[in-house]
Structures are given as structure tokens and as C-alpha cells.
């Protein structure tokens, strides 16, 4: 298995890295981020929940063992553990390149396997989640988290088939949606990889983590320190953005001829760069999971954090549904 940093360069560039100051990398994964800026120089405290990626971290903890700090945790606990100035923080979303080629764990029909997905490797499981969610909800969820126009058709052949046989291996989560869209009809992805990214979002709290970890980010940030973060799909790009966007004051006024209000609040940040930063053709061409990679980033200013960020309720019948199950 083998794991590239996806905007690597980029996201260095933007973390304005200073040999000695502290960083967080909230998503440590194969740890490339947390290596570029252990060979600038600058101390790491890096987090994870995944028990895998916590163990391929030994390597680097014996190779920088005064600079170099790995923690079992969600990063939205981050300034629990932060107790000194935080010069930047890193953020690469989504599921890391060990996760998906390591078949077993559940995250990709490439392999047939059990219907996981957990991050953590505890609680409830998506294959629950498929056999435990009403069709409505599961409906909600294939159309709120993976945006995909076919979820109550997706939703009612699930239903249809858990009825005579549980759904509990990726490949026949696969073969199911594929049966329900009516076939791949010559679509460059899967049929079924929306609702896989629906049920893997819902299965870990993706969106409510983000939401949680931005917000302790913000708290534990120094002034001019570094917001850094790399997304893969529209939902997480759209939750960063409004974040930053307001929080820094910088949404549109509405209309040129009204006058200009003050803010409510002082802003938290400041944004230097406004535009998303995309891959380049050459990154793409050599690491195809790069293609929806999209990074973000402000720097902090002197005012107090806002509060706790609130992530969007895309799904509530499934989310409400799921509390109930975990």
C-alpha cells in the first residue's frame, strides 16, 4: 500500500512553516504532512483515531522523538492537548490511502468485505446503518450526504432486499445500488461510490467532526497562526469555506450601493488568499485521488474564537434515526 500527500507543497507554502514552532496535523493518516514539517524543522503534535494509523506513526516517533508527538484522538479535541502557542494546523479530510486499499476495513467495493467503514474501529458499523435505517431515512441519507439523485430508488431496493438477506459485504452494497440505478451505463465512477461516501460520512460524524474540530482550531490557534485545510467533496469544501469566509468578515455585502456595515464581532481570521487552490495537472496524473482535492486556509488574528461551529443537518430523519442506534 502506498499513501501520497495530496497539495502537499501547497499546504506547506500556506502553513508559512518556522523551524521550532509547534503544529498540529489533525489527520496524521500515512503521516506525510506531519514528516514535511518535521523536515522543516518545526515540532509536530499530530492526531488520529484510527488504532492503524496510531501504530504506523512508531516510525516516526523513534525517528523524532523530541519533536514528534502522536495522539489516539479526534482532532475536534485538539485544544484539549495544545498547551502552548500553536504556530499552524493542517487539516487532509476524508478517508486516507491505507483506508481505502486495505480491504478488509470496509471503505471501498474494490474488495469485497465486511460493511464497516469505522474510523475508530468501534461502534456501530454502516452495515448497520443499511440494515437498521428506515427507508425514508436512508433516503435522506444517499440523497443529503452523497448528493445522489437515484437515493430513494438506492433506498427502497435496500429495504427490498434486507427484508429476505442482511446486507453485510461491501460488494453486495455494490451490486445493489448498481441493480437500482439501472447499471454503470458507461458513468466514470460507480454507481454505488456516493452512497459508500453517505454512509462512511454518517458512520463517523464526518461532517459534525469537521464542524467541532474547525471550532477548536480556532481556540487554539495564536494570533497569525495558520489555518491549513485540504477537503474532497463539495460538502466538507462548502463547511470550510462558509467557516472561513465568515469568520474573517469576508461575505459579500449583498449590494455595492448599500453602505458597508460593521461586523458583528471582531473576526477570528484573516483571509490572504480567497480562491480555493486546486491540484496541478501533473499531481492528477500521478495520484488520481487527488482530482476533487481542493485546499483552503486563513491566519488567525488576536480576537476571541466565535463559538462552537455548527456542522449543516443534510440528513436529519437519518441522523436522528442513528443517534438512536449509537
Known amino acids: 500500500m502506498s499513501h501520497a500527500p495530496v497539495l502537499l507543497a501547497e499546504a506547506m507554502t500556506a502553513l508559512a512553516l518556522q523551524p521550532g514552532a509547534l503544529y498540529v496535523d489533525a489527520t496524521f493518516g500515512g503521516g506525510g504532512y506531519s514528516r514535511a514539517m518535521l523536515a522543516a524543522g518545526a515540532r509536530v503534535l499530530a492526531f488520529d483515531r484510527d488504532p492503524d494509523a496510531i501504530a504506523r506513526g512508531a516510525v516516526l516517533s523513534a525517528e523524532f522523538p523530541d519533536r514528534f508527538q502522536l495522539i489516539e484522538s479526534r482532532f475536534s479535541e485538539m485544544d484539549r492537548f495544545v498547551n502552548e502557542p500553536l504556530t499552524g494546523a493542517v487539516f487532509d479530510l476524508g478517508v ?41 431515512a436512508l433516503a435522506d441519507l444517499i440523497w443529503g450526504y452523497g448528493e445522489d439523485d437515484a437515493s430513494r430508488r438506492i433506498a427502497r431496493v435496500l429495504v427490498q432486499e434486507r427484508a429476505h438477506h442482511a446486507i453485510t459485504r461491501t460488494g453486495q452494497l455494490a451490486e445493489l445500488v448498481e441493480r437500482a440505478v439501472g447499471g ?40 497569525e497562526g495558520r489555518l491549513v485545510v485540504v477537503s474532497f467533496h463539495s460538502l466538507e469544501d462548502r463547511l470550510v469555506k462558509n467557516f472561513i469566509t ?78 438512536k442506534l449509537i
Not at 454505488?192 to 482550531?217: H, I, P
Not at 495537472?281 to 463559538?307: F, H, I, K, M, Y
Request: proline share 8%.
Open 184 to 223: 454503470r451505463k458507461g458513468a466514470r465512477t460507480h454507481p454505488a461510490t456516493k452512497t459508500f461516501q453517505a454512509l462512511r460520512m454518517l458512520v463517523n460524524d464526518e461532517l459534525g467532526e469537521l464542524a467541532r474540530g474547525l471550532s477548536a482550531a480556532e481556540r487554539a490557534l495564536s494570533p
Open 246 to 323: 465568515e469568520r474573517a468578515d469576508a461575505r459579500g455585502r449583498g449590494s455595492r450601493y448599500a453602505p458597508d456595515l460593521p461586523p458583528e464581532r471582531a473576526p477570528s481570521f484573516r483571509l490572504e488568499h480567497k480562491r480555493a487552490t486546486a491540484p496541478s495537472d501533473q499531481e492528477t496524473a500521478g495520484n488520481p485521488r487527488a482530482r476533487s482535492a481542493s485546499l483552503r486556509w486563513a491566519v488567525r488574528t488576536d480576537a476571541p474564537a466565535w463559538g462552537e461551529l455548527e456542522a449543516p443537518a443534510l440528513a436529519p430523519k437519518a441522523e436522528a434515526e442513528w443517534k
Open 96 to 136: 486516507s490511502s491505507f483506508q481505502f486499499d486495505e480491504g478488509a476495513r470496509g471503505f471501498s467495493f474494490q474488495a469485497d468485505a465486511d460493511l464497516d467503514m469505522r474510523m475508530e474501529k468501534s461502534g456501530p458499523s454502516a452495515a448497520e446503518a443499511v440494515n437498521k435505517l428506515s427507508e425514508a
